[in-house]
């Protein structure tokens, strides 16, 4: 018999939810704090609602992760590299693994720039201690996925609370927010912080991942019963993990609106952002700021690691032990992190540019999605997406390829 209770509905729903907290911790990583800070500090609330778009297309594309991985029974490379063309699979691994990259070098500088402002550690030494917590952290897997998820669900919370305590310290303009969360705006000069925006909240990697991830909940299928109900909870657990996290990211730029753009400063640097946050709003305040951002830079790293195991096993199908191939991946995604900070590079550009970078890269991820889940010799046909679903995929398709080129002209054209 199909039919369970009200309460145990919502014991069941207890016991599946927390893959949307995980994944949506790629939504806050320091990519995300980079652009949103850019975004307010030199646009104000202008750019608000890229913020939100982002969020709900991000929504979208998760959900029809998880229906993919649970319909299936494997991840999203797993099905690249079984269902296409070896040329297409390749192609899709490397376009995957440069995106893991640049999103790694976020995290890595995100975090190592909080382990300097907090603790006054050295850039290169923080990147390197990242790596290491990242991968402690993981060692946590050895006694139960959940234990993993714990970890990076309290980072979540932690950054949660800290943003709105920001909020509360920086008084902002409640009316200019309401009137740029839904009017469209883009200043001169404010594109490619808006593709940045775009590509730090959709993260190519957290689509891979948010797929593998529904096999931990394989055990719960049965308990469910039918696949409706399935998807219905893998629906809420996202939705409600990605509001959460698309206030946060709207925090963030809220947060940099009221205090760096009304004072006219626009902002150069996270560290900047951090000095500047203590005659403004007071010495806690960017106490607070920096914890959050060592939160979210080791609980996003975490995610990405993970991701960078499930694109490289799914892809190419090679098996080794959990340990080395953690190791490997970590040295690999790692690498261009410490040689960016060697070189001194500009930590809030780096950031911005690293974000860029996975929005160009997200029609390869998205795409795919959109046309396995519509395919119901892939999927079967009672997860296949309907007429309405299949319109919003292209609808998302059409709006992140048309913002890329538009990037790509406008940028790139004048050279």
Request: proline residues 3%; hydrophobic residues 55%; charged residues 15%.
């Amino acid at each position: 018999m199909s039919e369970i209770s009200s309460h145990q509905r919502i014991l069941y729903f207890l016991r599946f939810m927390g893959l949307g907290l995980v994944v949506g911790v790629a939504y806050v990583d320091p990519g995300n704090w980079g652009t949103d800070i850019a975004a307010g500090s030199k646009f104000g609330y202008s750019l608000l609602w890229v913020v939100i778009m982002s969020n709900l297309i991000g929504i979208f594309m998760q959900y029809l992760s998880s229906k993919l991985g649970i319909a299936t029974g494997m991840s999203l490379s797993e099905n690249c590299s079984k269902h296409l063309t070896k040329s297409k699979s390749l192609g899709l691994w490397i376009s995957a693994e440069i995106a893991v990259i640049a999103t790694d070098l976020a995290e890595v500088v995100g975090a190592a720039i909080a382990l300097y402002l907090l603790f006054k550690i050295p850039l290169i030494y923080g990147a390197v201690l990242t790596g290491l917590d990242t991968l402690l952290i993981l060692g946590l897997e050895r006694f139960g996925m959940r234990k993993v998820e714990a970890v990076i669900i309290g980072m979540m919370v932690l950054i949660g609370s800290a943003y709105l305590i920001e909020i509360y310290f920086a008084q902002p303009d409640w009316n200019q927010i309401a009137y740029h969360a839904v009017i469209p705006q883009l200043e001169q000069g404010g594109l490619i912080i808006a593709v940045g925006i775009l590509g730090a909240t959709v993260m190519p990697h957290a689509i891979f991942l948010h797929s593998a991830m529904t096999k931990t909940r394989k055990s719960m299928f049965d308990i469910l019963k039918t696949p409706k109900r399935i998807i219905r909870f893998s629906l809420l657990d996202t939705t409600f993990a990605l509001v959460f996290a698309g206030l946060i990211n709207s925090a963030i730029l809220i947060m940099s609106a009221a205090t760096f753009y009304q004072k006219n400063l626009p902002i150069e640097s996270i560290e900047v952002a951090y000095q500047t946050l203590v005659p403004l709003l007071g010495g806690m305040s960017a106490t607070i700021f920096g914890i959050a951002l060592l939160a979210s830079g080791i609980a996003s790293s975490v995610v990405a690691t993970l991701s960078g195991q499930v694109i490289f096993e799914g892809f190419t199908k090679f098996k080794t032990s959990l340990w080395k191939r953690r190791i490997v991946i970590r040295s690999i995604t790692i690498i261009p992190a410490i040689i960016a900070i060697f070189y001194g590079a500009n930590t809030l550009d780096l950031l911005v540019a690293s974000q860029v970078i996975l929005s160009l890269q997200l029609p390869f991820t998205i795409i795919p999605l959109v046309y396995f889940t519509s395919k119901e010799k892939f999927v079967g046909k009672e997860f296949t997406n309907r007429i309405f679903t299949r319109v919003i995929a292209i609808l998302c398709v059409v709006i992140i390829i048309a913002l890329n080129l538009l990037l790509l002209i406008l940028e790139f054209g004048k050279f």
